[in-house]
């Protein structure tokens, strides 16, 4: 198993035909994901490498093919009423990568779909990857494998750096959810630990976080609480100065809050295995594992 | 972004949060003749630095009279105003905020902030005004009120008094906190801010609530609905590495120390420089180049790091994904080649065809100090500083 997404997940892709949309919907298809739809208002109609048909909107693409997930590459004025118009639509699975959503529209669609029961993972984020089963999102496939771990991280090539290194020493993954990095996100650490709870497949989560915020520090006290299986946790933004938005809209020590040492901290105390050096988040797996 | 207390204030007034009448002044002469019209007896000079604990530097006084506003604005403006938030090396004033002295009974605290906890907008609010909200957070958290505002209704004129009376307001002060902060909740949504903190807000001894500071920052993201804001940005308040960062859409910021860095994602820049720091080295920048990493924006990312006098080697850690690792070393050696480089460089290519890579660097007779993994690049960089 998995959780999200698998090899029968039914994926429409909104902003299809921008290009990156259509460069990265290539990549997803190459990968195996089931592709079943395209959405561009106005372009409805037409189809999508000669074969995926497009629909004006996201209620024709459910109507006439059953898809249940949706990834977004709209841009990012535009971003936040797709990931409304797929929630509307009966779409349970949102996986918005969109960079650059403004904070207050992020907010209304927060509440929005958190009342209609979707998983939205996003916005400015990697997507979600359940290895050699399905693909939504714009990493890449190959330094995947399938295996056990699963992997929930704020950061985008950091996760394919810790992914890397499970694969490159023969561990593979159940399925990889980059959450995004910006300061309200659809899914966050708890939301996707509590999916990887249920999952049979999952014995190790690796959560990879950084500066800003104290999501790290929620599921620290969640885990505590609620989670039996090993996790192993790394990080980002040790040397971080205050003040200062490192790159993610979301990484940002303000007030003295949301440090790199106070979160490793934290999580060392709820019995969480804290990676100092990014190089060892897969030794550590593999010390956990075996 | 950040701006200034005076054009936090204009943009407050616009949306009728009331604020004490002023301007601000690039020399003594202007201050001199805003202090005349506003004709008060009692006038402030406050310095305009993006920092906090203006006051405790020095960088706040009372005038009581128009030989006092010339005297203080002299003093001020140019001086090196060092401040808790400012660090050590402080920042020059190079512009002043002239306004009326009121009469302050009470100083309160007011905020609007987005707590990433709930995903929702919260109004907070305090007794302790004019101190760091931080401290009475950590120290005294019962004293901080706060209502969350549900994003489809709004803050409400209930959640207004509810603070009002929490306050300890009585009377017309009730109905005036409620309407201030309607208004500031307005000019927050209005302007997609990411903070509004007016510290203190102050009742005057007939009643009035006016923000006696004002402090704004402004969702980055949502600049495009705010084409007029560009002119609010002032340069003089960003480093100048940065600025010139910018104009290449480049995310850099620059940090202390000599090992400079050059990145592909936020996440990995930061690891990077982390494991620069665990290998004993001290990174002298934050530079994520975007997930392209091309001839260009590598020729532009070393352009910025060689800037900084105090870089003695650099780090280029790419991890290449959709984008090839053997495009990506032929955009580093021909990036090389355009801008010259004295240091050593040590590259670390991981992903798709990273052994390709690997070798178009090694044959390209530049000197390039190649690294297959993390630690590996960090041990080799630091060790080049020895």
New interface residues.
């Given amino acids: 198993m998995s959780i999200l997404i698998d090899e029968n997940t039914k994926v429409l892709v909104q902003g299809i035909t921008g290009s990156e949309g259509s460069f990265h919907t290539a990549q997803i298809i190459e990968y195996g994901t089931k592709v079943v739809a395209g959405v561009t208002p106005g372009k409805g109609g037409q189809k999508f490498q000669d074969q995926i048909p497009i629909y004006d909107t996201v209620a024709d693409a459910v109507k006439e093919t059953g898809a249940t997930a949706s990834t977004i590459f709209v841009p990012p004025p535009f971003a936040a009423d797709a990931i409304l118009e797929s929630a509307s639509a009966g779409i349970k699975v949102i996986v918005c990568i969109t960079e650059g959503i403004p904070a207050l529209d992020m907010l209304n669609v927060y509440q929005f779909v958190k009342d209609k029961g979707v998983h939205l993972i996003g916005p400015n984020c990697p997507g979600v990857i359940s290895p050699e089963k399905s693909k939504m999102g714009i990493m890449p496939g190959f330094i995947h494998k399938k295996g056990n771990v699963g992997v929930i991280s704020r950061s985008g090539t950091l996760t394919y750096e810790a992914v890397g290194q499970l694969t490159g020493r023969g561990i593979g993954q159940s399925t990889c959810i980059g959450i995004g990095g910006d300061p309200v996100i659809g899914t966050r650490f708890i939301d996707a630990l509590t999916l990887f709870k249920d999952d049979p497949q999952t014995d190790v989560v690796v959560i990879i976080g950084e500066i800003g915020g104290t999501a790290e520090e929620e599921a620290a006290t969640w885990i505590q609480e609620n989670f039996s299986k090993p996790v192993v946790s790394f990080i980002a933004g040790q040397t971080a100065p205050p003040g200062r938005r490192m790159g993610h809209a979301g990484a940002i020590i303000s007030g003295g809050k949301g440090t790199a040492s106070e979160k490793m901290k934290v999580l060392s105390e709820a019995g969480i295995h804290v990676c100092k050096s990014p190089a060892d988040i897969g030794k550590t797996v593999e010390m956990v594992l075996s | 972004m950040k701006i200034h207390e005076y054009q936090a204030k204009e943009i407050l007034r616009m949306y009728n949060v009331p604020v004490p009448r002023g301007r601000e002044a690039f020399t003594v002469d202007e201050a001199v003749s805003i202090a005349e019209e506003l004709g008060t007896d009692v006038v402030v000079v406050k310095a305009q630095i993006h920092a906090g604990g203006r006051g405790k530097g020095g960088g706040v006084k009372l005038a009581r009279s128009i030989d006092e506003v010339r005297h203080l604005s002299e003093q001020i403006l140019g001086m090196n105003l060092v401040t808790h938030?400012t660090g050590p090396e402080g920042r020059i004033v190079k512009k002043l905020l002239i306004e009326e002295g009121m009469d302050i009974a009470r100083e309160l605290y007011l905020g609007v902030v987005?707590d990433?906890?709930a995903?929702?907008?919260v109004i907070m609010a305090s007794t302790e005004g004019g101190v760091e909200?931080?401290k009475v957070?950590?120290e005294t958290p019962e004293k901080i009120l706060k209502e969350w505002i549900?994003?489809?209704i709004g803050l409400q004129p209930y959640q207004a008094r509810k603070l009002a009376f929490g306050l300890g307001l009585e009377g017309g002060q009730v109905g005036n906190a409620v309407k201030f902060m309607l208004a500031l909740y307005r000019a927050f949504?209005e302007t997609?801010s990411?903070l509004a903190e007016i510290n203190p807000l102050i009742v005057t001894g007939d009643g009035q609530v006016i923000a006696l500071d004002a402090k704004m920052n402004f969702?980055?993201?949502?600049d495009?609905?705010h084409k007029n804001f560009k002119e609010l940005r002032d340069l003089d308040e960003e480093d100048p590495l940065e600025v010139e960062a910018s104009k290449y859409h480049l995310?850099y910021?620059k940090?202390d120390g000599n090992v400079g860095c050059m990145?592909?994602?936020?996440?990995?820049?930061?690891?990077?420089?982390?494991?620069?720091?665990?290998a004993g080295g001290e990174?002298a920048n934050?530079l994520?180049v975007g997930?392209g990493a091309n001839v260009e924006t590598v020729r532009d990312g070393f352009k910025i790091i060689l800037s900084d006098p105090n870089v003695k080697a650099i780090l280029i850690n790419i991890?290449?994904?959709?984008v090839r690792c053997d495009r990506v070393a032929k955009g580093v050696i021909e990036a090389a080649n355009t801008v010259k480089i004295n240091l050593p460089v040590v590259v670390r290519l991981?992903?798709?065809n990273a052994e390709e890579a690997n070798e178009l660097l090694r044959n390209s007779k530049m000197d390039f100090i190649v690294a297959t993994?993390?630690?590996d690049a960090?041990e080799k960089v630091v060790k080049t500083l020895s």
């Fill in positions: 938030q987005l990433r906890s995903s929702q907008l909200i931080e957070a950590a549900n994003p489809a949504i997609d990411s969702d980055d993201n949502a495009y609905r995310n910021i940090l990145v592909n994602g936020a996440g990995l820049a930061m690891s990077t420089m982390d494991i620069i720091k665990l990174p934050f994520d997930g991890f290449g994904g959709i991981e992903g798709t993994t993390l630690e960090a």
